[in-house]
């Protein structure tokens, strides 16, 4: 089973930036699909990114320009840079496993807070 752990989440004014980083338990590589998932308080969870192995990245237009995903191999992590945050940006991000470029996730993360205020 694939364990997964996001941080890096916090306050942030709108403009600023925040770095996520999602910890596995098992080498990334053998992972198809890592994706990123943010939900806010009465909205319905979105895919902001997804990273696969082999192919290009994923971004919704509503990040396009202004958030990055990549692997680290190195360290097994996978990572989301955040630039130019906005209000609406404001959720809890979730990263997600998939063992198919298809299919629905498999594992998922407990989920970090980023809040983007003045």
């Known amino acids: 089973q694939v364990q997964l752990v996001e941080s890096g989440g916090g306050l942030v004014q709108p403009g600023g930036s925040l770095r996520l980083t999602c910890a596995a338990s098992?080498?990334?590589?053998?992972?198809?699909?890592m994706d990123w998932y943010r939900q806010a308080p009465g909205k319905q969870r979105e895919l902001v990114a997804s990273a696969p192995r082999y192919g290009s990245r994923y971004y919704d237009d509503s990040v396009k320009g202004r958030f990055t995903t990549s692997r680290d191999v190195a360290k097994n992590t996978v990572w989301l840079q955040m630039n130019s945050l906005k209000p609406e940006d404001s959720a809890v991000y979730y990263c997600?496993?998939?063992?198919?470029?298809?299919?629905?996730?498999?594992?998922w993360g407990q989920g970090t807070q980023v809040t983007v205020s003045s």
């Open positions: 997600a496993a998939r063992s198919s470029l298809s299919g629905a996730p498999d594992y």
């Open positions: 098992v080498n990334i590589f053998s992972i198809e699909v």
